[in-house]
């Protein structure tokens, strides 16, 4: 399986030759303090959340597996299977692991039947539970446990966004049209950029911050959590009535993403406690 890329940023592997150069690498700096995704900085935020929970023993193989990678965080490697998608060379991964990012459930019942929501394993429940076993068995090489480990991480990170567990046929909300502030868009594009993005701080500064709050309870399997996400597009508002948002919609579902990102991050620490501390 391809690995990671280095942690190291690009920008650091060769000298900026313009002014040009350095006025963009300042631009891109600026946006990521700003711009949130859930496939970014929210998933470095539950990574860096959980990564703070875990036992000593699970902590220490963490850390030899990241080492591997040349990584010494979890957040380092949260982002890694979206990344996928952008690497000519990993298109085969990629595609292998795309319906392992989200789960469609048949209907507004939000209840998980493994044949038709999840056939072959190929759903986001599937995906933690194939890479949580890849993980913890140390007859495995230490590069394929060290990308499961990433596989992991981001996959519990996805189970608990609401929109890669809905009910609906829309996908995820990307085929369900909004205007926000006088613009186009979609509901998952809200939701990767927006919500999150309205607290318009770092992401680890924004973990320090939800690290002060009581933590969640542990509980649940990954069935669990992708069903609870299904529930909240259905009954917490998730979804506007029509299709124009309210200005204050990404503050007003702020409590509630912020909220998930703290039960993923306990939940994940706890199933890797379970997979590297047995």
């Known amino acids: 399986m391809p690995s990671p890329p280095s942690t190291t940023p690009r920008a650091r592997r060769a000298p900026l030759r313009s002014i040009a150069a350095c006025a963009a690498l300042a631009f891109s700096v600026l946006l990521s303090t700003t711009a949130f995704a859930w496939s970014g900085a929210g998933h470095r935020m539950i990574a860096e959340l959980a990564e703070r929970q ?17 990584a010494a965080h979890l957040a380092d490697v949260a982002t890694w299977p979206d990344e996928l998608r952008d690497d000519p060379k990993q298109r085969a991964l990629s595609k292998a692991t795309s319906r392992l990012h989200f789960i469609n459930f048949a209907d507004s019942t939000c209840r998980y039947d493994a ?27 230490d590069a394929e446990r ?11 990170g996805d189970a608990h966004q609401p929109l890669h567990a809905g009910y609906r046929t829309d996908r995820g909300g990307n085929d369900y ?31 320090e911050r939800l690290a002060k709050e009581p933590r969640p309870k542990v509980a649940g399997t990954p069935r669990d959590w992708a069903e609870e996400s299904c529930r909240i597009t ?8 029509g299709h124009k948002l309210e200005s204050s919609y990404p503050v007003t579902m702020r409590p509630l993403a912020e909220r998930r990102v703290r039960e ?13 501390a047995p």
């Open 54 to 70: 875990l036992s000593p023993t699970a902590r220490a193989e963490a850390q030899r597996l990241l080492a591997v990678r040349g």
């Open 115 to 141: 044949a038709r929501d999840c056939a072959g394993g190929q759903c986001v429940v599937g995906g933690v539970a194939t890479y949580a076993a890849i993980l913890g068995d140390r007859s495995k090489p």
């Open 146 to 156: 060290a990308d499961a480990l990433s596989f992991v991480v981001h996959f519990v």
């Open 177 to 207: 049209q909004v205007q926000l502030d006088g613009k186009g868009t979609n509901l998952h594009t809200v939701w990767d950029s927006r919500i999150l993005g309205s607290r318009r701080i770092g992401w680890s500064d924004y973990a």
């Open 234 to 241: 259905r009954d917490d508002g998730v979804y506007p009535r």
């Open 264 to 276: 993923a991050a306990t939940r994940l620490a706890a199933l890797l406690d379970r997979t590297l």
